[in-house]
């Protein structure tokens, strides 16, 4: 069973960059597709990016293309989430997930083994 473990938020201003890593540990991580999700107080779960296992494969939401970067470490058993020119609306706890079937999804029912997530502030 693979075990996630996000860290690397913070408190950062608008425009800033942060560098979220998600860490597995249980199993083998390396089999699977990896997404970043993040909720905001009083909102969904939404998509943010995802990586196939091999790290070859990446996908964006639309707000986010362009200013982060998703990339994986297969022998340290992590991926990362480079977040630059942040915006005061993406304010919210950060998770990361496996993918559990095959093929693409930007819907938070096709992940699992979720992290504990890392708060992410963005002041104006």
């Known amino acids: 069973q693979v075990q996630l473990v996000e860290s690397g938020g913070g408190l950062v201003q608008a425009g800033g960059s942060l560098r979220l890593s998600c860490a597995a540990s249980?199993?083998?991580?390396?089999?699977?597709?990896v997404g970043w999700f993040r909720q905001a107080p009083g909102k969904e779960r939404e998509f943010v990016a995802s990586?196939?296992?091999?790290?070859?494969?990446?996908y964006y939401s639309d707000s986010v293309r362009g200013r982060f970067t998703i990339s994986r470490d297969n022998a340290k058993n992590t991926v990362y989430l480079q977040m630059n020119s942040l915006k005061p609306d993406e304010t919210g706890v950060y998770y990361c997930?496996?993918?559990?079937?095959?093929?693409?999804?930007?819907?938070?029912?096709?992940?699992?083994?979720w992290g504990q997530g890392t708060q992410v502030s963005v002041s104006s």
């Open positions: 997930a496996v993918r559990t079937g095959v093929g693409y999804t930007a819907r938070a029912a096709g992940y699992a083994n």
């Open positions: 249980g199993g083998t991580f390396s089999y699977y597709a």
């Open positions: 990586i196939s296992w091999s790290g070859g494969t990446t």
